[in-house]
């Protein structure tokens, strides 16, 4: 911990520093964004960005971890299923962020269901993809044993698979938290009137660098408190069992 | 030939079992394979090492299908197994593995089943804690929790120290004793078989066949050294002749 606090005081002093060398107008020093910050709070424009930011992180987040995961274990289970999705999987993998978030726009209108869709089409093959490996590695020994003791397909899903893909699924939302919040922020600064993105996009357009610097710090402060106290604690629960080493 | 008394044996008639081989072509482990076990009695598979018992179990669990055969499951097919490994959940306490297996076990059916294993202490570890000794004493918990019709052990005590394994075998026997449940064992050790079952299967090498069926005259309580001594001979001899 307090190596943790010496490298974060480490990290704002390079930044006062840098501040100093660069001029306020290329990287403003951390008291003129956080005044901003305070000020923005104050006026209210900050809690509603963030928050409307913070719905479409989620929504977009839960459409394509649940899509994927549904997937990704028939793709990791049956063979077909494999043969059928896997192109259409390495088609996702490879077009551009951009390209989907721009046709979206394109086909769909500037709307929030387009901008929804787009960020979620972004994550899906990537938690496809994770699911499946997890999927592919089950168990087969404990299948028998959920078959023979003819256990109830709801509970041969709540008790022998999904404690099996926990740490697959895991480890897809963390990497997925990350990349659908930074994609959110392009498909706001492209085609939606507000939100952290829109902000930032407004701000660019000014070239107020301390108003960028401000919504960018404030949204990677409210996911680090959703990584904390949410995505942490929750991975300690499913990993509860595994015996402790002293 | 009452159509209860049908329904009420195990019945399993087995042509053929084949494998296709990695190099192409196949690979018989089962033909002609037939036997059938009374309502209540214990019936040991013995025979050596590679000879498709695994493989006999699970087609009778109905994990394989793919045989030309039939089985028919005593009653109304209930099933309870040991596994070679014990196949516990590790993510639920012993009591959960249990319970999931068997969801219609009283509270009291438990306590006295994990009483007569030596289990009390543990109900609420999980697997990932135990000995191997323990972790097989929860596999025959599950097995007798659900009530089955038909129990199936697949070499239940192999990897066990000789000491540990007499002990559990002594378990099972008295649970089987205490509440009859018509019961497959499998296993390439005599001995084990001789101390728990009423009627004995000797199976010859891949691909394989009953060669000889022998009931166990008295008993298990009643049987004495002298008596499984004559019978061991007896057993040798087949087993030679096969």
Known sequence: MALRLLSLALMLAAWSIGAQLAGPRMLPDPQSVALLVVSEAQSGALAFNLGITLLRVAVSFTLAMALGSVIGLLMGRFRAADSIGDPWLVVLLNLPALVIIVLAYVWAGLTETAAIAAVALNKLPIAMVTVREGARSLDRGLDEMAQVFRMSAWAQIRHVVLPQLAPYLAAAARSGLSLVWKIVLIVELLGRPNGVGFEIGTAFQLFDVTRILAYALAFVAVMLVIETFLVQPLERHVTRWRPRTA | MSPAGVLARLEVAIRQKAYSAATGGTLRVIDGLSFSLGKGEVGALVGPSGCGKTTLL?????LDADYEGEVHLPDHGRLGMVFQEPRLLPWRTLEQNVRLAAPQVTDDE??????????????????????????????????????????????????LDDALATRLRDELAELVTRRPVTTLLVTHNVEEAIAL?????????????????????NPRSKRTPEELAAFRGQI?????GA
């Not at chain 2, 699970?58 to 109905?62: D, E, K, S, V």
């Not at chain 2, 289990?119 to 659900?146: C, D, K, M, N, W």
């Not at chain 2, 040798?236 to 030679?240: E, F, I, T, V, W």
């Open chain 2, 236 to 240: 040798a001899r087949k087993l030679m």
């Open chain 2, 110 to 159: 438990l306590t006295t089943l994990f009483t007569a294993l030596g289990l009390t202490a543990h109900r609420q570890h999980y697997p990932g804690e135990l000995s191997l000794g323990l972790a097989r004493r929860v596999a025959l918990a599950r097995a007798f929790a659900v009530n089955p019709d038909l129990l199936l052990l697949d070499e239940p005590f192999v990897s």
């Open chain 2, 197 to 217: 079952a009423d009627r004995l299967f000797l199976l010859s090498p891949s691909p394989t066949r009953v060669t000889a069926e022998l009931p166990i005259p």
């Open chain 2, 58 to 62: 699970r087609i009778i669990a109905g």
